[in-house]
């Protein structure tokens, strides 16, 4: 998607082209323990607290990504970043109606939250895709669009630079392209 807009953007886990990086994408498919037990073991994560913490460049999280910006998760015993106060929940079968399954998989509209926010910015009616079991409990001021599956959920948060999605922009077609390209444009 990116170069569709002649954006430069590298996929990689080399330590000296993350710190060149004016932007980070974390992404995320998976169990949250192992995503977080991998990043761990990366060794890149002092790396990526000084990029996203005390440099401030822009980060988004986009899934189990987004779920790893918050203290925890229910799903794997291991702790978030903790960049974003919060939780990662699963979905609350009891009042889910009868005929919603887990994972939620597919389309949804979200509702902003947030008119300023540069992320949504031209976005018309926006519809994401998502495919997801779990998802995030967080104070309303980090809340910058929500969508729903029985019940309303946290679809994407801001916490100054950074940024967490929980559906796939990648799978949203336009409305996807459209979030990437405002992301690299911040």
Known sequence: MFKKYGIKSHITNDPDTIEQADKIILPGVGHFGHCMQKLNESGLLPMLEQKALKDGIPVL???VGHQMLFEKSEEGNGQGLGWISGAVVKFKLEILPANYKIPHMGWSDIIANKSDSKLFEGIIEPRFY????FHVECDEQYVLAKASYGY???AAVRKDNIYG???HPEKSHRFGMELLKNFAAI
């Not at 998502?130 to 079991?133: G, P, Y």
């Open 130 to 133: 998502f495919t997801h079991s």
């Open 61 to 63: 999280g986009i899934c």
């Open 152 to 154: 309303n959920f946290v």
């Open 165 to 167: 999605v929980q559906f």
